[in-house]
């Protein structure tokens, strides 16, 4: 059974940053695609950012673009989200997502394992 464990959300103030981890389990983590998206309060579920089983390629939502990082550790069997320059609207739930395929996807459609997501706050 694949498992899909967000951690690492918080608050903090604007300006600031934080480093999400998903940990993924009960397949062989090396061989798929992972995902972030997010989810603010009376909004549907946002891309952020996608990177493909080996951490070649990688996309991000515009919103993202200059400000977060996504990296795949495949050692670790964890993906990692580095979001610096934080701001008010970036608050959400953080979800994490795995693909049954290799490469990467900005469609949340694509994805058949999600986590519990972790919530960031950005207080401004």
């Known amino acids: 059974q694949v498992q899909v464990v967000e951690s690492g959300g918080g608050l903090v103030q604007a300006g600031g940053s934080l480093n999400l981890s998903c940990a993924a389990s009960g397949r062989t983590f090396s061989r798929y695609a992972m995902a972030w998206f997010r989810q603010a309060p009376g909004k549907e579920r946002e891309f952020v950012a996608t990177?493909?089983?080996?951490?070649?390629?990688?996309a991000y939502a515009d919103s993202a673009k200059g400000r977060f990082t996504i990296s795949k550790d495949n050692a670790k069997n964890t993906v990692y989200l580095q979001m610096n320059s934080l701001k008010p609207e970036d608050t959400a739930v953080y979800y994490c997502?795995?693909?049954?395929?290799?490469?990467?996807?900005?469609?949340?459609?694509?994805?058949?394992?999600w986590g519990q997501g972790t919530q960031v706050t950005v207080s401004s």
């Open positions: 997502a795995t693909r049954n395929y290799g490469s990467a996807s900005a469609n949340a459609r694509e994805y058949d394992y």
């Open positions: 990177i493909s089983y080996s951490g070649t390629n990688t």
